[in-house]
């Protein structure tokens, strides 16, 4: 059983900076790629960054050059950190994660409960 736990959203001004934690725990064999989704009222989930197991980090043309994604495999935690916000950044961030539960079961995908990031203007 896989559980992936959000923390980190809150409400902040615009041009400031928030700092998204992803935490998987429960029995896994390996996580392999990883991402942050974010889906704001009225609009479709939409990819804001990836980090694969190959480190080659992929971000949204909306959010490049502000925000960062990066993974402690020893914590077997994600993050997303959030800088020069705007009001446009205000939706749900979901975490997800494509992990292997065993060495011999096929991978899937899990996702995180979400949590609310508003950027005021």
């Known amino acids: 059983q896989v559980q992936l736990v959000e923390s980190g959203g809150g409400l902040v001004q615009a041009g400031g900076s928030l700092r998204l934690s992803c935490a998987a725990s429960g029995s896994f064999f390996r996580i392999n790629g990883m991402g942050w989704y974010r889906q704001a009222p009225g609009k479709q989930r939409e990819l804001v960054a990836v980090?694969?197991?190959?480190?080659?980090?992929n971000y949204a043309d909306s959010v490049k050059g502000r925000f960062t994604i990066s993974r402690d495999n020893a914590k077997n935690t994600m993050y997303l950190q959030m800088n020069s916000l705007k009001p446009e950044d205000t939706a749900v961030y979901y975490c997800t994660a494509n992990i292997n539960t065993s060495v011999f079961t096929r991978t899937r995908d899990y996702w995180g409960q979400g949590t609310q990031v508003t950027v005021s203007s």
């Open positions: 980090v694969p197991s190959d480190g080659n980090t």
